[in-house]
């Protein structure tokens, strides 16, 4: 196997608070269980937005973000058994972890002890050289981190399960929804959308609940069997002890109270948007009702596997609006003013090849397409 590394180009953020920009840089050089692979669409997510903004005080620059990547595989190293050139694979949130710790055996890689390593702003386990995202023309991941693309899943619209789907999937399983689960959603965007699509498609009873009633034709459209408008007191008192999970994939700081009487008992709210403080709570109806407030982060490489194939399955799909590699830093904005339905996917046909990057690899490797 050839020792030299791949030189690519993608988007990055030079610094915090300043416009993504053109980016070349290097992937590593294929170890012999690293997929190589060619980035034909890549998701946007808020996490991204606050990585390249610092907004959680720990972001390293320059930094590629996107962690939802579908591509095509172009290499594999010479002890990968699970891919060959030209399956169409894809990539979440994370690119590596320990692989010993007890989480890590029972395929929960996600709470690795040691911590994974996130597919951006991450460390290389073994050169520990900054990870770069999938606002890229290409990646390198070992393959136990690789997922395979089921047929019938429409790649232009895939991307955002990756991160969007796998984070609400992994709650549903988690807490063993299924046909007669009573499930309520709060919030309708990126991670709520998908909420109300798997949870209805696991064949649970599902409940949007949103501060105006303007949501209803929406969700009832991505399959909600209903719509609870949280600011009519009536309406909420009359759903009290009605939900055996509730979802919350609020971005940001809010109030819990309003939602917690109305868990069953054992019942429990799960919190999978806000990364950071929230409202003071009253522990009253959790005394009360033997109800819990829980947190979820993505699922482990087997779950998401597993979640892709029943996408396959049941024909679920984002709702998504697909755009320029060039049209990130106005996604960007358009994603603050919740301006967009509901996730945007780069189409990296449109990813620009700075001073010939692409070309001069081609002709070193002869592989890169």
Known sequence: MASFRYNTFGYAAPSAGVRLEPFSFERRALRPNDVAMQILYCGVCHSDLHWARNDWGWSDYPVVPGHEIVGRVIEVGSEVTRFKTGDHVAVGCM??????????????EQLCREGNTGTYGGRDRISGEMTQGGYSKHVVVRQEFVLRVPDGLDLSRAAPLLCAGITTYSPLRTWNVGPGSRVG??????????????ASGLGAHVTVMS???????DAMALGADRLLVSTDPDAMAQAASSFDLIIDTVPNKHDLDPYLPLLDVDGTLVIVGQIGPLDEMSTVPLLLGRRRVAGSPIGGIRETQEMLDFCARKAILPETETIRMDQINEAYERMERSDVRYRFVIDMASLSDPGGVEHAQTAQRGTIG
């Open 95 to 108: 690119v590596d972890s320990c692989q010993h710790c007890d989480q890590c055996r029972k395929g929960e």
């Open 185 to 198: 959603v709060i919030g309708l965007g990126g991670l709520g959308h998908m909420a109300v699509k798997l």
């Open 211 to 217: 501060r105006t009633p303007d949501k209803k034709a």
